[in-house]
């Protein structure tokens, strides 16, 4: 039977039919070396038509086992240094704002607000001798314009000095002087009138002349409430 193909093809035709048949039983297409390019289309001409239909795809294989772990690479080189970034700019500093002008400074009492103090007498005869009269100045912190009305035993007048030496009170308008105790061989005689919108200047006696003499307490004073323009009366609260 070879002899007959060779016969009819010839040794170049003989391996033609040769690859190709090889090709198509064996269900690849290839080329070889030898061949010329005529002969490779003719290879791959006779292969596609023996060779066989693709079969089904087989089934999924089941997947590899997990290779191992290769070994760690070599550090690469170190890299080169950023650039140094640019430097902000430092910002300006605020001007310091000019001084205010000093505020008020009160010096009158506010209308309807009080101030209270102290005030004593305590004297020696040996100090004094033989003086019998002695006074006793009060100050206001701020003045009392206009000037209070003065009450020299505010025990006497709870209308307007509602009270205590412990606690001094006085109605608006209206000074109180309280006694925290009994006078000693002392006793008020009267007061000197000079600026009573700053304080007054109270007068004392003693009993007996030359023996020691002794009195102190509280006072407080009480600015009027301000007068309502309308009907020029003061008013009652404020």
Not at 64 to 72: F, Y
Not at 168 to 175: D, T
Request: charged content about 25%; hydrophobic content about 30%; some cysteine.
């Amino acid at each position: 039977m070879m002899k007959r193909i060779h016969s009819k093809l010839g040794t170049a035709g003989l391996v033609v039919a040769v690859v190709a048949l090889v090709a198509a039983v064996a269900g690849t297409a290839f080329a070889a070396g030898g061949l010329t390019k005529k002969q490779e289309k003719q290879v791959i001409k006779i292969a596609k038509k023996y060779a066989g239909k693709k079969g089904p795809q087989g089934p999924k294989g089941d997947p590899g086992s997990i290779g191992a772990q290769g070994p760690k690479g070599d550090q690469g080189p170190k890299g080169d240094e950023g650039k140094q970034g640019i430097e902000g700019k430092e910002g300006i500093e605020g001007k310091q704002g000019l001084e205010g002008p000093p505020g008020p400074t009160e010096t009158e009492l506010p209308p309807g607000k009080s101030e209270t103090g102290v005030w004593s007498l305590d004297e020696n005869a040996a100090s004094v001798g033989a003086a019998d009269t002695y006074l006793v100045p009060i100050s206001f912190p701020l003045r009392v314009v206009p000037a209070p009305e003065p009450v020299g035993h505010a025990e006497e007048d709870p209308e307007h000095c509602p009270g205590s030496a412990s606690d001094p009170k006085a109605e608006p308008g209206w000074f109180c002087l309280y006694r925290s105790q009994p006078y000693e061989n002392v006793f008020r005689s009267g007061e000197i009138q000079s600026d009573t919108t700053s304080g007054f200047v109270f007068e004392f006696a003693s009993e007996e002349a030359g023996q020691h003499v002794r009195a102190y307490g509280t006072w407080a004073v009480t600015e009027r409430c301000p007068t309502d323009p309308e009907t020029g009366e003061e008013e009652e609260e404020c």
